[in-house]
């Protein structure tokens, strides 16, 4: 059984920055397709920043330029620069096949199989 375990929320002003970690037992499963999802009261859950098998990186275009994906023990995700439209629960998601299925696949939440039970991160303007 693969379980996701993020860290790392927390409240902020906007312009600063915080990093999330994600932990994946077994460990195995950083090597496969990754990916931070996040979702606000009300809204639908979006892709934020993915990483697939090979190590190629993807991101939402609100992002981009503020965050970074990265992946060594952990799947992190270092977020620069956070406004408050970037407040919501942020999900860390593994999947053995999407990335390679999909280019969209941030778009493609509903095909990810393993979620981590997600983190609040909120930013107060």
């Known amino acids: 059984q693969v379980q996701l375990v993020e860290s790392g929320g927390g409240s902020v002003q906007a312009g600063g920055s915080l990093r999330l970690s994600c932990a994946a037992s077994?460990?195995?499963?950083?090597?496969?397709?990754m990916a931070w999802f996040r979702q606000a009261p009300g809204k639908e859950r979006e892709g934020v920043a993915g990483i697939d098998t090979r190590g190629n990186l993807a991101y939402a275009d609100s992002v981009k330029g503020r965050f970074t994906i990265s992946r060594d023990n952990t799947l992190n995700l270092q977020m620069n620069s956070l406004k408050p439209e970037d407040s919501g629960t942020y999900y860390c998601a593994a999947d053995r096949v999407v990335c390679e299925e999909y280019s969209d696949y941030l778009n493609r939440h509903t095909d990810f199989r393993y979620w981590g039970q997600g983190t609040q991160v909120t930013v107060s303007s």
């Open positions: 077994p460990s195995t499963y950083l090597r496969y397709c």
